[in-house]
């Protein structure tokens, strides 16, 4: 195990040492923090790049390159002389020693010393305690999601083209999304406008027109943090373009050929889906238990990490949790609360360095959320400012314009919307042969079960990928 500094060596540093570990929202905005200080910032993210994870769906379903949504995390902090970029996976935490222990491409282990730690990893994708879930229905959360999502949505359609069986079609034509939220709201609204405006006449036998868009949840309405208003707006947009919701009711299996729901009176539905999308859901990493255990830190339900109004952990004024892996009053789990939180933690940190004196309390200052369902239309909340429609499509693009990391990916953003909301093409469809739908390949023969005695359809037994 080798204990690094920021030369790269395993000698005792001189300067203090302050890790950031991840390079989202909540991390790159503490880095900015802390540019230029007379100490040494060390930022780990098991990827080089930052994500804008909001737009991930616009990349799934062809509007955005991922190029767009995305920028190295080396190149955002070139200008920032003091830090330093490292690709590795933070696994677990010292807090004794003051180290965190890292795994390295290829396996390689380093151990990081800190005088100061900004935990920023962010949360994963939680299936309710059915794992297996992640085998049949990916979640998006990550670039490598979004890629796998891009390739069973469009692959969808290229299998029903090529069906024979009207049956087997219409199941590569069903998709069926886990989750209410803005992102199962965002992603459905998507497919649907995607099948009935962008496919609509490049197809001879699959009619994309004809693809149901099944969207389950347990709550009575989608949207529902949004208030009952934008929430009545929402259900009323995704109506109009055609996607099913199905309120009220929790999938409880999914397999290969679909998912089973069950409803408040505890019946049970089966329903037949080629692409399951798994959008319900957050859970802390493993790192955040790792951490509650090295430092007795309390956990919520979803195992992120209680802190304190300073987002330190209590009894550990040296390590500070911040964005989605934190939990601290009613603060949501949206990308403002993460660059705020992130911003702070790091301002806290260079005025203890640098004796400036200690920062003022901790405000959140609520930018309010948005949901982009269809051209045109989007709802919008931002304190007692409620919008709907074209009004909040219109804010909605200028939110989304003014986070976008990067004048690179602003202006390209910018040209790929106005191709795509004026002319309804989506140039961003680029796909691999290999898991589409849950086959390793879609040339890989595979032969058909014989059929059953009711003269029906069997389905065709394919290899299970994870993501």
């Not at 005695?453 to 290899?463: E, I, L, N, Q, S």
Request: charged residues 20%; aromatic residues 8%.
């Amino acid at each position: 195990m080798t204990v690094e500094t920021s030369a790269g060596t395993t000698a005792k540093s001189r300067r203090a040492q302050v890790v950031i570990v991840g390079g989202g929202f909540g991390g790159l905005f503490a880095a900015r923090a802390l540019r230029n200080g007379p100490y040494t910032v060390t930022l780990v993210d098991s990827t080089p790049q930052h994500v804008f994870q909001p737009l991930l769906y616009q990349c799934a379903t062809g509007i955005l390159s991922e190029g767009q949504i995305t920028a190295p995390l080396r190149k955002i902090l070139q200008n920032h002389r003091n830090v330093r970029c490292i690709t590795a996976e933070v696994v677990d935490v010292d807090a004794a020693g003051r180290t965190v222990s890292c795994v390295v491409p290829l396996g390689g282990k380093i151990d990081l010393p800190y005088d100061h730690l900004i935990v920023a990893a962010g949360v994963t994708q939680s299936y309710f305690g059915h794992d297996e879930f992640a085998d049949y229905a990916p979640g998006m959360k990550t670039l490598s999601d979004v890629l796998t999502i891009r390739r069973r949505v469009f692959g969808a359609f290229e299998m029903a083209e090529t069906s024979a069986d009207p049956v087997e079609r219409g199941k590569w034509l069903t998709f069926a999304l886990v989750g209410a939220g803005p992102t199962g709201v965002e992603l459905a609204g998507q497919i649907r406008e995607l099948a009935t405006k962008t496919l609509a006449n490049e197809y001879r036998r699959a009619n994309p027109e004809d693809a149901r868009v099944l969207l389950f949840d347990g709550g009575a309405v989608p949207l529902d943090s949004f208030g009952p208003e934008l929430s009545a707006s929402a259900e009323t947009t995704l109506r109009e373009l055609g996607v099913e919701l199905h309120m009220g009711q929790i999938v409880t299996n999914v397999d290969l050929d679909g998912v089973v729901a069950r409803d408040h009176d505890g019946k049970e539905t089966r329903y037949d889906a080629r692409t399951v999308l798994w959008t319900a859901g957050i859970e802390a990493p493993p790192l955040a238990a790792a951490l509650a255990a090295a430092t007795g830190a309390e956990r919520d339900r979803a195992g992120r990490i209680k802190v304190k109004d300073d987002f330190t952990i209590p009894g550990h004024p040296e390590i500070s949790v911040v964005g989605d892996m934190m939990t601290l009053g009613n603060l949501p789990g949206v990308a403002e609360v993460a660059m705020q939180s992130g911003w702070y933690a790091g301002r806290r940190i260079r005025h203890e360095l640098t004796g400036e004196g200690e920062v003022k309390p901790f405000r959140y200052i609520d930018l309010g959320s948005a949901a982009y369902i269809a051209r045109g239309k989007a709802v919008v909340s931002a304190g007692p400012l409620k919008l709907t429609g074209f009004a909040g499509w219109v804010a909605w693009l200028f939110i989304h314009i003014a986070f976008l990391t990067g004048y690179r990916n602003r202006f390209g953003a910018i040209l790929t919307w106005w191709v795509a909301f004026t002319r309804d093409v989506r140039r961003e469809r680029a796909y691999t042969t290999h898991q589409v739908g849950h086959v390793e390949d879609v040339y890989q023969y595979v032969p058909p079960k014989p059929r059953a005695a009711a003269d029906t359809p069997a389905p065709v037994k394919r290899k299970a990928l994870s993501g």
